[in-house]
């Protein structure tokens, strides 16, 4: 990373010795390759590995829909770990800014008419897509037609990841721009101000949350469910709720809550198992509510915010009489556009990253199921540890074939890959910083920016996520494993968080990252359950210690040791 | 009291107001130029006025305009200033967007106080006027302007006199006055008038009213390359000027503003460059 830092503009960047680097297209190590740590914290299976790239594939189909002023996105997996690479269009300067132009041009009409584009447009073939595989008879199907139902389920993952990228783009473009106006018009306001004019909405994240709430309140009203609850380890509730009527009661209702928001394991990683599979996070979450009064129910929060929201729109408008009525125009068309936009950059990743990645997971452990049966495979999520077109051979004869030794060889592999030190950058250095556009600046506020150095001993830096101060123990988790240990009231301290870990924000008392910016996931997020977070500080897992007392400052983007 | 206060108080449009010995040359000219165009409303405080005269005219123009703190602009005018041989301009006071009788007050005094400031002394050497200026202060309705406006009958750079240039940049004129942002810059020929040229600039900042008084601000992304005036809004602007030159008498160089859709006449003041 030092390194990386001292090399001048457009120098190869030198590759450790012990992060052997093989590429697969000639004009590859030409290009400036980043690992995104926040949505890929953890080494990939093989088949993980092959999503990603159909996930870059869909990435450049968005840019180019929307013209952007780059060739492709590149996805790829080194060492089991994701990279990425934007590779940049080679044009003159005023034939690039024409297009940049285009694109913003593009961008802002899609901006424009969000609200229609995601609810008539993109939102109805995401459904279709997701009707098409609930109405498949995963474990009734024949070999041939789960074959034929595989080949399928990849072509219609990758038209997913178009429809995510033709989503996010515009609509965190939207956010941003807003954002950037606001501090344009409201000088000395911060980002947080403009972010107060978007809070309270009902997105899908705020409705599973409130589900889970919902959860534990029943919990606490029968003396049965609360006992198990109380007392065992989250993972031996299913079973011994099982033992009484109520528990039996309570367990259905859970059911039902995760057959609709249940649909989400890790991330983007399709390998691990979901909440329907494995109810222990929903669970830990629901333990934990239980012990928060009535006055913390997630709707009341959101209720704040709303009214809060509309506060901080009444003072903007009060401010924006004494502007041009034409910027005036504007503010309202880019708030109008960014509150749909904010619930947007939340709702896709209900539909697509849960609800698609766990069909598609269905599909792959029952061939995983099928293959195990014929001992092609040992248990059915070895089938992670296959390629693609190696899954599709075996599912073509799956007698014939046993991978079995090749599967152990490659979980190996993976327990080494995982203890990697994984380099940020390889290939070549940019040529210089990217030019200033929505876009860059958009992605500058969603990965963060190098964070500013500690102004004090014992303190860190990073971005002001979410405003407020407070204290606590610090709980470092590096995955939603390790989940458990987070009790209420902790720091948690990790070095992202996706989606998938939204519920643990009900739990914290605050959230520090060591990646992301302020509209990361983690921040929205945690503006939403109005808890301050500091983000991108790029060291906080390694250098807060797990158990040390510390105060996050969200407002001023500051975390320190006391 | 009030009443008799009141008596000092010149309002812009009545013949009073046209006499420059007591209101001062801007105010006088506008004054004369109110009852044909459209001048936002105001008085004038000859040189000396007390401040309570002041308060009580404030109150007054708040209720001629139905409001109950109008926000207004305070100018200083002095008796010699825009004057066909040296114009004054940028030498004394401006406060825009003051609202309520004790802002008005201490706008007005320190307005009357600029005339004695060294800058507009070494002007008044400089052109061979007395040194013992009396300065009158002319208080105005603010237009909150969508658009800021200066046009010239003539080139101000080159003297050419069949040319009419207008600037205009997003706001209130301070930033466009004060040469904080390069405004858009229409070429017109008198004829007509005709558009020959227009060159749209990218606006950094703009002067916006806030609290008591204006800030400057970035313009949003998205107007800062865009034209602050439709083609047909600019030949309007340099039709005003045309007008005002025809009934001063002379070229002029005129502050005007867009709001709302309509045009105001700001300012006027003769161009003292040209040969």
């Known amino acids: ?562 | 009291m009030v009443m008799d206060a009141l008596e000092e108080v010149l309002w812009l449009g009545e013949p009073a107001a046209h006499d420059r010995a007591r209101v001062g040359g801007k105010a006088a000219q506008l004054s004369r130029l109110a009852a044909r165009f459209e001048v936002p409303p105001g008085f004038c405080l000859p040189a000396g006025t007390a401040a309570s005269t002041a308060a009580a005219a404030y109150r007054e123009l708040a209720q001629r305009l139905g409001e109950e703190k109008p926000a207004v602009a305070v100018r200083s005018s002095g008796v010699d200033e825009d004057g066909a041989a040296a114009s004054f301009a940028g030498q004394h006071e401006t406060f825009l967007h003051v609202r309520g009788e004790d802002a008005v007050v201490t706008c007005v005094e320190a307005c009357a106080a600029s005339a004695q400031a060294d800058g507009a002394l070494a002007y008044r050497r400089a052109h061979g006027l007395c040194e013992a200026a009396e300065c009158a202060v002319l208080v105005q309705a603010l237009v909150l302007a969508d658009v800021a406006l200066v046009a010239f009958t003539a080139d101000p750079v080159t003297g050419d006199r069949d040319r009419i240039v207008v600037n205009a940049t997003w706001g209130l004129g301070e930033s466009l006055v004060g040469g904080t942002v390069t405004p858009d810059a229409y070429v017109l020929h008198r004829d007509g008038p005709a558009l020959v040229d227009r060159a749209i600039a990218v606006k950094r900042r703009m002067t916006v009213a806030a609290g008591e008084g204006t800030r400057e601000v970035d313009v949003p992304a998205s107007l800062r390359a865009l034209a602050c005036l439709e083609d047909a809004q600019a030949l309007e602007t340099a039709g005003l000027a045309l007008s005002v030159e025809a009934e001063m008498g002379h070229p002029v160089d005129i502050e005007a503003a867009w709001a709302d859709g309509r045009l105001h006449l700001l300012q006027c003041r003769p161009i003292t460059t040209l040969s």
């Open chain 1, 1 to 562: 990373m030092q390194q990386t830092q001292t090399l001048a503009p457009g120098a190869p960047i030198p590759v450790p010795p012990e992060f052997p680097v093989q590429w697969s297209r000639p004009d590859d190590p030409q290009q400036f390759w980043e690992h995104d740590r926040m949505h890929f914290p953890e080494a990939l299976t093989p088949m993980d590995g092959a999503v990603i790239v159909r996930l870059g594939a869909g990435f450049t189909f968005g840019a180019r829909a929307y013209e952007l002023p780059l060739d492709e996105v590149r996805m790829t997996v080194i060492n089991g770990w994701q990279y990425q690479a934007i590779v940049p269009k080679l044009l003159p300067p005023e034939e690039m800014e024409e297009l940049g132009r285009r694109a913003e041009a593009n961008l802002m009409g899609a901006i424009g008419r969000l609200g229609s584009l995601w609810e008539d447009d993109l939102l109805p073939e995401i459904r279709e897509h997701l009707a098409w595989w609930a109405a498949f008879d995963l474990a009734g199907s024949s070999e041939a037609d789960l074959a034929a139902h595989l080949r399928e389920t990849w072509r219609r993952l990758g038209r997913l990841w178009e429809l995510h990228f033709l989503t996010v783009l515009p609509s965190y473009i939207a956010v941003s721009e807003f954002d950037e106006m606001c501090r344009a018009l409201f000088e000395g306001s911060a980002l947080l101000d403009s972010m107060r004019m978007l809070g309270g909405f009902d997105s899908l994240t705020v409705r599973g949350d409130q589900g889970l709430w919902r959860l534990s309140r029943k919990a606490l009203t029968a003396p049965e469910v609360q006992d198990v609850l109380e007392r065992r380890a989250a993972h031996e509730v299913p079973a011994a709720l099982e033992e009484t009527g109520p528990g039996r009661d309570f367990l259905d209702a859970l059911g039902k809550h995760l057959d609709e928001f249940g649909q989400r394991g890790h991330g983007v990683n399709l390998s691990s198992p979901s909440w329907i599979e494995d109810p222990t996070p929903a669970i830990k979450v629901i333990k934990d509510l239980m012990g928060r009064p009535d006055g913390e129910a997630p709707a009341i929060a959101t209720r704040e915010k709303a009214d809060e929201r509309e506060a901080a729109i009444a003072a903007a408008r009060e401010t924006l009489q004494g502007y041009p009525a034409p910027v005036r125009e504007q503010f309202e068309g880019m708030l109008a556009a960014a509150q749909v936009g904010a619930v947007i950059t939340e709702d896709h990743a209900y539909y697509i990253d849960f609800c698609g990645g766990y069909r598609v997971r269905c599909v792959l452990m029952e061939c995983g199921r099928r293959l195990a049966l014929a001992d092609a495979l040992s248990r059915p999520d070895d089938v992670f540890f296959l390629e693609p077109v190696e899954l599709e051979e075996a599912m073509a004869s799956p007698g014939m074939a046993d991978m079995r030794e090749l599967v152990a060889l490659r979980r190996t592999e993976l327990e080494q890959q995982r203890a990697m030190d994984v380099p940020r950058h390889l290939g070549t250095l940019p040529p210089g910083p990217p030019p200033d556009s929505p876009i860059g600046r958009f992605i500058g506020k969603f990965f963060g920016v190098p964070p500013a150095p500690p102004q004090a001993p014992g303190e860190l830096r990073g971005a002001p996520g979410s405003a407020g101060v407070v204290r606590g123990r610090a709980r470092v988790i590096r995955s939603l494993a390790e989940a458990e240990r987070l009790a209420s009231g902790e720091v948690l301290v990790t070095e992202t968080t996706s989606p998938p870990w939204t519920p643990l924000f009900g739990v914290a008392a605050a959230i520090v990252t060591d990646t992301g910016g302020a509209l990361s996931h983690c921040a929205v997020v945690a503006r939403e359950y109005g808890i301050p977070a500091v983000v991108g500080t790029d060291v906080a897992t390694s250098a807060i210690p797990d158990g040390a007392e510390i105060e996050v400052d969200g407002t001023a983007g500051i975390v320190r040791l006391v």
